[in-house]
């Protein structure tokens, strides 16, 4: 958390799942010796007995008498931020790692290091894809700035993972047998001479497929993103299609940052301007998912785009294909979720590009066809994708010849059926939910 564990944060606490402590020994421009990490590794396990202790604990007691006897549902430890390839990383994070799997080994831990592009060289249950470069901080040469660049570089990200191995067993499955396999070949690797066996142990820890998180990710250079525009979202919204596509392999990802205090007009360290000026208007950072002040609110085009993606977690995933002249500026998936009542096959689509696109959606596996009634389609567009919401337009009213918000705009779909035909917007991210009585196996072409 970084802000340690104040009485006022346990209530902010209480609904979030899953839940993520970082503790690296080591910030953007310190770093701590492995060898005298200890007393930091101390410092963690304290404060995890303090969410995860019984109220009799040392710790757990303190948690107790500041009103929250139950355990605090912690289930992540990323060990690190944008840490990789730093002198003590890896040293570092193994002494915590050990000692955090020994105590909680149900704990899923995150390394910093991304495995997407090299197999990873320690025991982790999650990597990072949060990769960053910058010339103020020491890093390997090969880790470079991804996940916060222009809206053009993250839409063709949507296929980043399509072609992640899915050999070997889930690291989380498996944890504690990375631990010794590790140890063994890390003292071999000190050896001038690695042994044949300790080849083969080596080899197959590479093989082993790690799960991915995605902790931030945004559109934020400045031409493209301002402080919140249309376009940033629609890039974010095909890049989280291919997140879904992949979610045997993603596991979790989180757009960064949420909330922005719109009277926050911090002064960014000189090191850093040159890096960053091309996101400073005003604020910190730009663009977040919610602004506020002391009374109003309201969020980004990239808040709302998130609002597709929720009944995303438990859903069935289904093959699409796009047979079209703008597939390029196409990205789409498909998923059936249900509420209390439904069950609905969801057909999210990003036209990213400027021509409005004819589509025909054909669904097949449907066995008793769509309900017409309650299908519905719902647009995110504008007429401009260079268009912001604001305090004063917080759902910024668009042009006569396009009549919605800068918000979702939901209307019923009263040509919902197995096939359809549909237009989408220039410049737009539209969700189709047809209605269905029942399904098997599901297969969306356009």
């Known amino acids: 958390m970084g802000h340690g564990f104040r009485k006022e944060l ?16 080591i910030s953007h421009h310190d770093e701590v010796d492995t060898i005298i990490i200890e007393p930091f590794v101390k410092d963690v396990l304290d404060s995890l007995e303090f969410a995860r202790g019984s109220a009799e604990s040392t710790w757990g007691s303190v948690r107790s008498a500041m009103g929250h006897p139950e355990r605090f549902p912690l289930k992540y430890v990323a060990i690190g931020n944008e840490d990789c390839g730093k002198e003590f990383y890896r040293g570092n994070y193994l002494k ?3 000692a955090i799997r020994k105590a909680y080994p149900d704990i899923q831990m995150i390394s910093n290091c991304d495995g997407s592009s090299r197999p990873l060289d320690h025991p982790a249950d999650l990597y990072d894809f949060h990769t960053f470069h910058c010339a103020f901080i020491k890093m390997h040469s090969d880790i470079f700035f991804q996940v916060y660049t222009s809206a053009a570089n993250l839409f ?15 690291c989380h499955n498996t944890s504690a047998g990375f631990v010794s396999l590790y140890h063994y070949s890390s003292l071999a690797s000190r050896r001038p001479r690695i042994l044949d066996t300790q080849k083969v142990l080596i080899n197959y820890y590479a093989m082993i497929l790690f799960q991915v998180f995605v902790s931030e990710y ?18 974010e919204a095909a890049f989280l299609t291919g997140l879904e596509k992949n979610s045997d392999v993603v596991q979790m990802a989180s757009y960064a ?20 000026s091309n996101v400073l208007v005003g604020h910190n950072w730009n663009p977040d998912a919610i602004v506020f002040n002391s009374w109003q609110q309201y969020g980004t085009p990239s808040y709302w785009v998130q609002t597709y993606f929720r009944e995303s977690s438990g859903s069935v995933i289904h093959p699409i294909t796009i047979s079209s002249r703008y597939s390029d500026s196409l990205a789409a998936s498909a998923i059936t979720w249900q509420d209390s009542e439904d069950i609905f096959l969801r057909v999210k689509i990003v036209n990213f590009g400027p021509n409005a696109v004819n589509l025909t959606i054909s669904s097949r596996g449907l066995q008793d066809g769509v309900n017409t009634a309650k299908s519905t ?70």
């Not at 346990?10 to 020994?25: C, S, V």
């Open 10 to 25: 346990i209530y902010m606490l209480l609904e979030l799942r899953p839940q993520f402590l970082r503790f690296p020994g």
């Open 96 to 98: 915590f790692y050990d």
């Open 156 to 170: 063709i990200m949507k296929n980043k993972f399509d072609r992640t191995s899915r050999i070997g067993p889930k």
């Open 218 to 235: 945004a559109v934020n250079e400045q031409r493209d993103a301002g402080k919140g525009s249309l376009l940033a979202s629609l890039a």
């Open 257 to 276: 940052p949420l909330f922005v205090n719109d009277n926050d007009s911090t002064l960014v360290p000189p090191a850093l301007l040159l890096f960053i």
């Open 377 to 446: 389609v719902t647009v995110l567009t504008s007429g401009n994708f260079l268009d912001e919401n604001s305090f004063s337009e917080p759902n910024k009213a668009r042009q006569p010849l396009f009549p919605s918000q800068v918000v979702p705009v939901e209307s019923e779909l009263p040509n919902a059926a197995e096939v359809m035909e549909a237009v989408l917007p220039p410049f737009s991210f539209t969700s189709f939910d047809l209605a269905l009585d029942q399904y098997s196996k599901l297969v969306a072409e356009m």
